[in-house]
T-cell receptor, first 113, second 115 residues
Framework: AQSVTQLDSQVPVFEEAPVELRCNYS??????LFWYVQYPNQGLQLLLK????STLVKGINGFEAEFNKSQTSFHLRKPSVHISDTAEYFC???????????WGAGTKLIIKP | DAGVTQSPTHLIKTRGQQVTLRCSPK?????VSWYQQALGQGPQFIFQ???????QRGNFPDRFSGHQFPNYSSELNVNALLLGDSALYLC??????????????FGPGTRLTVL
């Protein structure tokens, strides 16, 4: 069965430092990959998506992610984080059988001043 | 554009009771999906409605049921509540195109606590 693994439950990082949030997925026929952000007490917001084409995907708020088919990974990166990036980040893959999203357990990004 | 709205924001129920959660989709959207997000976990897909019919269903028991109205708004009903039903319930709306990608827009959720 398809699955998504977010390797870190929490990632602490100093403000203005770079960050990488890791996501691995099980292989599937077609790969549609997503990163969502959930700010405290809010719903989920799409950060970026990979549907096809260039493996480097740029999203909102300065985030980007790279699709690596051989390593079945879709890691999220930002070169310099801000306090406002404090949130939980979810990686998701679209299921082949019914086109619904399968979600990772989330990674809490903790920004240290 | 108000985006996706959900009501109520918070709800406290006791075991065995029934609950109804409501969702209004983003203007122009015709498809509503419901998700359960337990504490510390990612969302789990419950079901999806389009044209007032359930089109897809995740691995949830029949205690979970839904409805979509002609104005595309939707309700999620849960009967015989269990402690394990305590979670954030998220509604997402989109345009119907199951084999293609249409972005889902999420509401802020309803926090259900079962005592």
């Amino acid at each position: 069965a398809q699955s998504v693994t977010q390797l870190d439950s929490q990632v602490p990082v100093f403000e203005e430092a770079p960050v990488e949030l890791r996501c691995n997925y099980s292989s599937s026929v077609s790969v549609y990959l997503f990163w969502y952000v959930q700010y405290p007490n809010q719903g989920l917001q799409l950060l970026l998506k990979y549907l096809s084409g260039s493996t480097l995907v740029k999203g909102i708020n300065g985030f980007e992610a790279e699709f690596n088919k051989s390593q079945t990974s879709f890691h999220l990166r930002k070169p310099s984080v801000h306090i406002s990036d404090t949130a939980e980040y979810f990686c998701a893959v679209r299921k082949d059988s019914n086109y619904q999203l399968i979600w990772g357990a989330g990674t809490k990004l903790i920004i240290k001043p | 554009d108000a985006g996706v709205t959900q009501s109520p924001t918070h709800l406290i129920k006791t075991r065995g009771q029934q609950v109804t959660l409501r969702c209004s989709p983003k203007s122009g959207h015709d498809t509503v999906s419901w998700y359960q997000q337990a504490l510390g976990q990612g969302p789990q897909f419950i079901f999806q409605y389009y044209e007032e019919e359930e089109r897809q269903r995740g691995n949830f028991p029949d205690r979970f049921s839904g409805h979509q109205f002609p104005n595309y708004s939707s309700e999620l009903n849960v009967n015989a509540l269990l402690l394990g039903d305590s979670a954030l319930y998220l509604c997402a709306s989109s345009l119907w195109a199951p084999a293609f990608y249409n972005e889902q827009f999420f509401g802020p959720g309803t926090r259900l606590t079962v005592l």
